[in-house]
């Protein structure tokens, strides 16, 4: 048992520094893209822009897509809330709010985290420093988990932990394919120009894939095994499989240590059925794009449950 | 009146010895490297900030978390100095609690004539709903803070009791542990009394006060704060941490069949005992302010029928008033039977006309306060203050005369803290902890040190620019 507040605090606190640790990888992929193939980097800023769905809080400010500009925006946007630095502050003051649940390595990772984010980030980060900067604020996030897995009980405490990170994964991998879908098209890929390679490196880069994918295939990429890699495949700790079943898990140790079956255990098998279900063939034949929309509302909807479920406000 | 004759120094009998209680501490001062010592205490910061102990200043911007500035110098008390601390703060707290009980009941205090019965009646901090209440296990105040300030060998003085909800604590105890990572060699030398009990008496006097039916098995102990954005949210997180108590705010709380519960993720749960960091006046809105969002609509009744401890007990504010404080003598005598061990400072009552016009005529020797003022806001250092400050402060002495006490410039002891150049002796003030139980008072052997860190002064808030230092007593 625990306060509700405590698990809505440590759900968001999980979430926000997941978002973070995203929003820093799709930055360095962006970055990386750019570098290798000016001819492609607006596009591929726009699409980054779009990904991190700030595409409207962006051109709120900004006309075009300029890579100091979308830097800045990502890293440190005021009026961008899930920007690195928001994103950090709002995990730590969560972190707050819950500090009497966590350890106090897994608070003082947190708290030195957003430290070195606040210091760092204070200014502008220019195009040459970007990559250093991304590496520390990865690093200090990998911190916090290592306390989290390190430290923790394994009691409900640690399940909303973990809920809150791998529904935001979930939606984060969902929505990087879903800005993409269209390069995994079979039609896309007949055009296979140097573009299109880009955009599928851009893909795995985003979720830093593109090393296991590659270990995993010889070298051999292709759109259908690259959805399939990123979706279907169980071993691949960002995908919405892996998601999906360790959200299942998190939510069968609440269900035991309750004792009591709530509406959400049964949101979640649905969308494990489905998941598992499914082959990456019969997922193109019923439309890609429809999967993925369906996955995102899917997690939006469990994670209202889950809320609802665990009296997080109410 | 006397100017304030020469500072008593706790660690120097002169610029080359030490006194006793000093002595071992200021030969292995004496061997150490200044600049190591200057380069610890910057470790010192960066571990209280890392530990995120820090404190929201009133009036600032919300984000800006500040730290209490610590100096590594620490304030040593021989085991003899504090048996008699000991003594004078049991006695006196145990007349604090006999004191609410009977200003709640029979007011016998009153009716013997030793203090002045407008005292009580005309005093916000004096809370008619508590008429008759006995609170569980007949506590009043569970926690009290009680601010002591020495100004020579034996003269110790209590400058003020906080019996409502004394904070500090959570720095008397980091202040230690940061003292045991950056100095463990000197607590092999020294025989330091530990602190590190404090979380789990704390525990044990809250559950011992639990009320006499609760739900069985261990009593739930919450501890309420009014939220993150309040200036003592460490604290509370803190305690509640140490505790293993859990940290509600309003909005967790809610009253159900009588009981107070707090929403949890597997539906409401009874709290037995709630160990409260609101004011009185925000703990029910339909009691007390209306407006109040920090506090529990009906929590007053649920107390009333006896079906939760609130620690402290509402009301206890009474007995810290500044306008009660100058009868503290005549109110410990009157229940123990004993004279008090530890003295008052002596106290001009400004609402009285031989005393007002004292005060006016004195001012810029004296110290004058508010009477429900606190944190030091409000208040006048006469030999501090410059002659537009003494004027003003003339205009609202005589403009409501009963809003103020008087009291000499005393000549607060100094202990040094690590300068630049080295040593340089700062004023110092220090608030022990108590804790009290049904059958038993615990004072924790240290307490929170304050220092001014600016040369000369006198004013050790926090909120003024004070600092702490870790607070050793010696075993004996």
């Given at each position: 048992?625990?306060?509700?507040?405590?698990?809505?605090?440590?759900?968001?606190?999980?979430?926000?520094?997941?978002?973070?640790?995203?929003?820093?990888?799709?930055?360095?992929?962006?970055?990386?893209?750019?570098?290798?193939?000016?001819?492609?980097?607006?596009?591929?800023?726009?699409s980054?822009?779009?990904?991190?769905?700030?595409?409207?809080a962006?051109?709120?400010?900004?006309?075009?897509?300029?890579?100091?500009?979308?830097?800045?925006?990502?890293?440190?946007?005021?009026?961008?809330p899930?920007?690195?630095?928001?994103?950090?502050?709002?995990?730590?003051?969560?972190?707050?709010?819950?500090?009497?649940?966590?350890?106090?390595?897994?608070?003082?990772?947190?708290?030195?985290?957003w430290?070195?984010?606040?210091?760092?980030?204070?200014?502008?980060?220019?195009?040459?420093?970007?990559?250093?900067?991304?590496?520390?604020?990865?690093?200090?996030?990998?911190?916090?988990?290592?306390?989290?897995?390190?430290?923790?009980?394994?009691?409900?405490?640690?399940?909303?932990?973990?809920?809150?990170?791998?529904?935001?994964?979930?939606?984060?991998?969902?929505?990087?394919?879903?800005?993409?879908?269209?390069?995994?098209?079979?039609?896309?890929?007949?055009?296979?120009?140097?573009?299109?390679?880009?955009?599928?490196?851009?893909?795995?880069?985003?979720?830093?894939?593109?090393?296991?994918?590659?270990?995993?295939?010889?070298?051999?990429?292709?759109?259908?095994?690259?959805?399939?890699?990123?979706?279907?495949?169980?071993?691949?700790?960002?995908?919405?499989?892996?998601?999906?079943?360790?959200?299942?898990?998190?939510?069968?140790?609440?269900?035991?240590?309750?004792?009591?079956?709530?509406?959400?255990?049964?949101?979640?098998?649905?969308?494990?059925?489905?998941?598992?279900?499914?082959?990456?063939?019969?997922?193109?034949?019923?439309?890609?794009?429809?999967?993925?929309?369906?996955?995102?509302?899917?997690?939006?909807?469990?994670?209202?449950?889950?809320?609802?479920d665990?009296?997080?406000?109410? | 009146?006397?100017?304030?004759?020469?500072?008593?120094?706790?660690?120097?009998?002169?610029?080359?010895t030490?006194?006793?209680?000093?002595?071992?501490?200021?030969?292995?001062?004496?061997?150490?490297?200044?600049k190591h010592?200057?380069?610890?205490?910057?470790?010192?910061?960066?571990?209280?900030?890392?530990?995120?102990?820090?404190?929201?200043v009133?009036g600032?911007?919300?984000?800006?978390?500040?730290?209490?500035?610590?100096d590594?110098?620490?304030?040593?008390?021989?085991?003899?100095?504090?048996?008699?601390?000991?003594?004078?703060?049991?006695?006196?707290?145990?007349?604090?609690?006999?004191?609410?009980?009977?200003?709640?009941?029979?007011?016998?205090?009153?009716?013997?004539?030793?203090?002045?019965?407008?005292?009580?009646?005309?005093?916000?901090?004096?809370?008619?709903?508590?008429?008759?209440?006995?609170?569980?296990?007949?506590?009043?105040?569970?926690?009290?803070?009680?601010?002591?300030?020495?100004?020579?060998?034996?003269?110790?003085?209590?400058?003020?009791?906080?019996?409502?909800?004394?904070s500090?604590?959570?720095?008397?105890?980091?202040?230690?542990?940061?003292?045991?990572?950056?100095?463990?060699?000197?607590?092999?030398?020294?025989?330091?009394?530990?602190?590190?009990?404090?979380?789990?008496l704390l525990?044990?006097?809250l559950?011992?006060?639990?009320?006499?039916?609760?739900?069985?098995?261990?009593?739930?102990?919450?501890?309420?704060?009014?939220?993150?954005?309040?200036?003592?949210?460490?604290?509370?997180s803190?305690?509640?941490?140490?505790?293993?108590?859990?940290?509600?705010?309003?909005?967790?709380?809610?009253?159900?069949?009588?009981?107070?519960?707090?929403?949890?993720?597997?539906?409401?749960?009874?709290?037995?005992?709630?160990?409260?960091?609101?004011?009185?006046?925000?703990?029910?809105?339909?009691?007390?302010?209306?407006?109040?969002?920090?506090?529990?609509?009906?929590?007053?009744?649920?107390?009333?029928?006896?079906?939760?401890?609130i620690?402290?007990?509402p009301?206890?504010?009474?007995?810290?008033?500044?306008?009660?404080?100058?009868?503290?003598?005549?109110?410990?005598?009157?229940?123990?039977?004993?004279?008090?061990?530890?003295?008052?400072?002596?106290?001009?009552?400004?609402s009285?006309?031989?005393?007002?016009?004292?005060?006016?005529?004195?001012?810029?020797?004296?110290?004058?306060?508010?009477?429900?003022?606190?944190?030091?806001?409000?208040?006048?250092?006469?030999?501090a203050?410059?002659?537009?400050?003494?004027?003003?402060?003339?205009?609202?002495?005589?403009?409501?005369?009963?809003?103020?006490?008087?009291?000499?410039?005393?000549?607060?002891?100094?202990?040094?803290?690590?300068?630049?150049?080295?040593?340089?002796?700062?004023?110092?003030?220090?608030?022990?902890?108590?804790?009290?139980?049904?059958?038993?008072?615990?004072?924790?052997?240290?307490?929170?040190?304050r220092?001014?860190?600016?040369?000369?002064?006198l004013?050790?808030?926090?909120?003024?620019?004070?600092?702490?230092?870790?607070?050793?007593?010696?075993?004996?």
């Amino acid at each position: 048992m625990m306060l509700g507040k405590t698990a809505g605090g440590l759900f968001w606190m999980f979430r926000y520094l997941e978002r973070a640790e995203n929003t820093a990888r799709l930055l360095e992929a962006g970055w990386r893209i750019a570098l290798t193939r000016s001819g492609a980097a607006p596009g591929e800023w726009q699409s980054v822009i779009a990904t991190a769905g700030m595409t409207s809080a962006y051109l709120a400010e900004h006309e075009t897509y300029d890579a100091a500009q979308v830097i800045d925006f990502l890293l440190r946007g005021k009026s961008n809330p899930s920007s690195v630095l928001n994103s950090l502050a709002s995990a730590r003051s969560n972190a707050r709010t819950v500090r009497t649940a966590l350890s106090s390595e897994v608070w003082e990772a947190t708290n030195e985290c957003w430290m070195e984010a606040k210091s760092i980030l204070s200014r502008p980060i220019s195009e040459r420093n970007l990559h250093d900067t991304l590496a520390k604020i990865r690093f200090r996030s990998a911190v916090v988990r290592g306390a989290l897995h390190g430290t923790m009980l394994r009691n409900d405490i640690f399940s909303f932990a973990r809920l809150g990170t791998f529904i935001e994964r979930s939606d984060n991998t969902a929505r990087i394919l879903d800005v993409k879908y269209y390069v995994l098209l079979p039609s896309a890929s007949l055009v296979g120009t140097m573009i299109d390679n880009a955009q599928w490196e851009t893909i795995l880069r985003s979720v830093s894939a593109e090393q296991s994918y590659h270990w995993l295939n010889g070298g051999q990429t292709s759109p259908l095994g690259i959805a399939d890699f990123l979706i279907l495949d169980r071993r691949m700790p960002r995908s919405l499989s892996f998601c999906c079943l360790k959200i299942a898990d998190n939510l069968a140790q609440l269900e035991q240590e309750y004792d009591s079956r709530k509406e959400c255990h049964d949101m979640s098998d649905e969308i494990c059925n489905r998941m598992f279900g499914s082959t990456i063939e019969t997922i193109f034949e019923g439309g890609l794009h429809e999967f993925l929309s369906k996955s995102i509302a899917d997690m939006g909807q469990l994670a209202t449950l889950i809320e609802a479920d665990y009296r997080f406000y109410r | 009146m006397i100017r304030k004759p020469e500072t008593f120094d706790e660690m120097l009998a002169d610029p080359h010895t030490a006194r006793s209680p000093y002595s071992a501490y200021f030969n292995w001062f004496g061997s150490e490297n200044l600049k190591h010592l200057r380069r610890k205490s910057a470790d010192a910061e960066a571990f209280f900030r890392r530990i995120g102990i820090t404190f929201n200043v009133y009036g600032q911007d919300e984000a800006d978390e500040r730290l209490i500035p610590f100096d590594i110098v620490p304030r040593i008390i021989a085991a003899d100095e504090w048996t008699r601390l000991e003594r004078g703060t049991e006695q006196r707290v145990r007349a604090i609690n006999a004191f609410l009980h009977d200003i709640y009941h029979r007011q016998e205090i009153i009716r013997a004539g030793r203090i002045p019965r407008e005292i009580i009646a005309g005093n916000a901090a004096y809370l008619p709903e508590m008429i008759g209440v006995d609170p569980p296990g007949g506590v009043y105040t569970h926690v009290v803070g009680v601010d002591l300030v020495r100004t020579g060998e034996n003269d110790f003085f209590v400058l003020e009791d906080n019996a409502r909800t004394p904070s500090g604590v959570s720095y008397m105890l980091e202040n230690r542990e940061t003292m045991l990572q950056m100095f463990p060699e000197l607590f092999t030398q020294l025989r330091v009394r530990p602190v590190s009990r404090y979380p789990q008496l704390l525990r044990r006097s809250l559950a011992d006060c639990a009320p006499p039916g609760f739900s069985g098995g261990k009593p739930t102990v919450a501890v309420l704060t009014p939220g993150i954005h309040n200036s003592a949210y460490f604290e509370h997180s803190f305690l509640a941490d140490q505790m293993g108590a859990e940290l509600v705010e309003s909005q967790d709380l809610r009253i159900e069949n009588g009981r107070v519960v707090m929403r949890t993720t597997e539906g409401y749960h009874p709290i037995d005992v709630l160990y409260r960091r609101v004011d009185d006046e925000y703990l029910d809105p339909l009691t007390f302010n209306p407006e109040s969002l920090l506090g529990v609509p009906g929590i007053m009744d649920v107390y009333r029928a006896g079906n939760i401890t609130i620690a402290n007990a509402p009301g206890t504010g009474i007995a810290d008033d500044k306008a009660l404080y100058s009868y503290m003598p005549e109110i410990v005598e009157f229940y123990t039977g004993e004279s008090a061990i530890l003295k008052n400072v002596p106290t001009w009552r400004c609402s009285e006309a031989d005393s007002l016009a004292y005060v006016l005529e004195n001012l810029k020797d004296l110290v004058v306060k508010e009477v429900h003022g606190s944190g030091g806001y409000g208040m006048l250092v006469g030999p501090a203050a410059s002659k537009k400050e003494l004027a003003a402060f003339e205009a609202k002495l005589r403009a409501r005369p009963g809003n103020y006490i008087a009291q000499p410039t005393l000549a607060l002891s100094t202990v040094p803290i690590l300068t630049k150049s080295g040593l340089a002796p700062r004023h110092v003030d220090l608030r022990p902890f108590v804790l009290v139980s049904p059958d038993r008072i615990d004072m924790t052997p240290g307490g929170l040190t304050r220092v001014a860190l600016k040369k000369g002064s006198l004013v050790v808030n926090s909120s003024q620019g004070g600092g702490t230092k870790d607070t050793w007593v010696l075993e004996g």
